[in-house]
């Protein structure tokens, strides 16, 4: 059905016609032009009766015209049939962490050599695409964090903005692990208890931000939100060096200690992710977590419609200049003909 969203703006309809009644009509000694033989021209003029009816036509366009521009102006839209929003599921933030550390090639994916961010997003993308009745959210943190996407159960849009991150979009020289928690509990904050969900995941140690992970695990906890952290990086890799090849553990600066503290001082717990293969079964464990009952919510979808009578009375303005322009003076005038050039004398000569 078609609405208005401020239907009060027909109230002016009137408005010509009040100031049609109101205003003194312009007399002979108001003109601008004063013609003495104005009257004398009027009585020759053949056309009259097609002066009056293109008067009327004009009249008649002007106040469609106007109905259409007052119509636009009251904001019209189409609202769809009212649509039945999940009511069952979970409010769930995402955490991701990419800092300069992501880039490291130490995983494989689809058999190929990979970065940690490449399998991060490969995984937790399909993850998403399987939370059907949630409502999810996205932070990404490096030195800083930032809210990539709010809470919504748009999944494509948030596996969208997930697939386009990339390293160096936030300073990469740096992680702020209790930023990103933080920012994530903003989110949750002001949903129902119960249903509040927290993942996250890094590579690292928290070395930057204004907020330690301790007191963001303290706020979580006491916001009643679960909070699952995840470690990711081998733990072996070998590199190439002046005395040969040697085996080095990449991921010597992950905290792994202190995500498990605060993962379980929310009642939430920690994960470790060295392939793949384990990050999947890890996001395949969270998978499971069972919907929680919330208050059903209904959309209705909505199209705005302002421009049809606003181009339809723009139309009618230029119709209206069309039909007021002075055709018979813009053709070209036919000469008199030659044998009409000279006056016949009384004689039938001419002078």
Not at 126 to 146: E, I, K, M, N, S
């Amino acid at each position: 059905m078609i609405e208005f969203v401020w239907p009060w703006v027909f109230a002016v309809l009137p408005l010509p016609l009040i100031l049609r009644v109101l205003m003194p009509r312009a007399g002979i000694r108001d003109a601008a032009l004063f013609v003495p033989f104005f009257q004398t021209l009027s009585r020759l003029d053949t056309h009259a009766g097609h002066r009056i009816s293109r008067s009327f036509i004009v009249g008649l366009l002007a106040i469609l015209s106007w109905l259409l521009l007052v119509s636009a102006a009251a904001r019209p839209q189409w609202v769809g049939e009212p649509i039945q929003l999940p009511a069952t599921g979970r409010d769930l933030m995402l955490v991701v962490d990419i800092s300069g550390s992501m880039e490291a090639q130490d995983m494989s994916l689809a058999g190929q050599t990979a970065n940690r961010l490449q399998v991060t997003k490969a995984v937790v993308s399909d993850f998403v695409r399987r939370r059907t009745g949630d409502r999810l959210g996205l932070v990404l943190f490096a030195a800083r964090a930032y809210t990539q996407a709010p809470l919504t159960f748009d999944r494509a849009t948030v596996e969208t903005l997930l697939l386009e991150a990339e390293i160096g979009i936030i300073e990469e020289n740096a992680t702020a692990i209790g930023d990103g928690i933080g920012l994530a509990i903003k989110h949750l904050q002001n949903r129902p208890q119960k249903s509040r969900v927290m993942i996250m995941l890094t590579d690292g140690v928290n070395n930057a931000g204004a907020v330690s992970p301790e007191q963001a695990g303290e706020l979580a906890r006491d916001e009643g939100i679960k909070l699952y952290t995840i470690g990711i990086g081998a733990e072996a890799a070998t590199s190439n060096s002046l005395f040969g090849p040697r085996t080095v553990n990449p991921s010597a600066d992950l905290d792994e200690e202190m995500m498990t503290r605060i993962a379980e001082a929310t009642g939430g717990q920690y994960f470790r992710a060295r392939d793949q293969n384990e990050l999947e079964r890890i996001y395949g464990i969270l998978d499971e977590l069972e919907p929680v009952e919330q208050e059903a919510e209904t959309f209705r979808p909505t199209l705005s419609l302002f421009y049809l009578p606003l181009a339809g009375a723009v139309l009618l303005s230029f119709l209206i200049a069309l039909i007021k322009l002075p055709w018979q003076q813009l053709l070209p005038r036919r000469s008199p003909p030659a044998s009409a050039a000279a006056p016949l004398t009384a004689e039938g000569n001419t002078p």
